[in-house]
């Protein structure tokens, strides 16, 4: 007997997947994937994650029994999504900035190399036009 003398509660409810468990076994039939498939769906059934239940959504352990919790979940669930999606763009973000900021320092610093390349190019060639120019010189008259 139940509490205060109430009938026990069943475990299982009689819906329509147990009663045609019911009725294939009572006329004698061999008992088909509605039975074979009973344990599982008993697991689902005790399953505290999102399992659809006759009377509510089992939700983490609890049952979400009207309209409104489960908007509410809804609701939740929509703004981790989009917090997710947020923290993505801001992570994709922080790239291009990392990545902008190597171009910019790799351009300076590649930069800053060709220009002493140029300088040595260009002293060299200042070297070369005052050796040239020295040749150059229109000879002196002798006295």
Sequence with gaps: MGEFGAPPVPRWRDDARTMAYRSRFAAGRKPGPVASRRST?????????????????WVAGGMVDSGE????????????????????????????????????????????????????????????????LQFKQPPQMVQ
């Design 69 to 132: 919790d489960l908007l509410v979940l809804v609701l939740v669930l929509v703004l981790l999504v989009l917090l997710l999606l947020l923290l993505l763009l801001l992570l994709l973000l922080l790239l291009l900035l990392l990545l902008l900021l190597l171009l910019l320092t790799g351009a300076w610093y590649f930069g800053g190399l060709l220009s002493a390349w140029r300088r040595s190019v260009n002293a060299q060639a200042m070297y070369c036009n005052a050796a040239v």
């Design 41 to 57: 769906r008993k697991a689902m059934w005790e399953s505290p994650l999102c399992s659809v239940a006759e009377s509510g959504v």
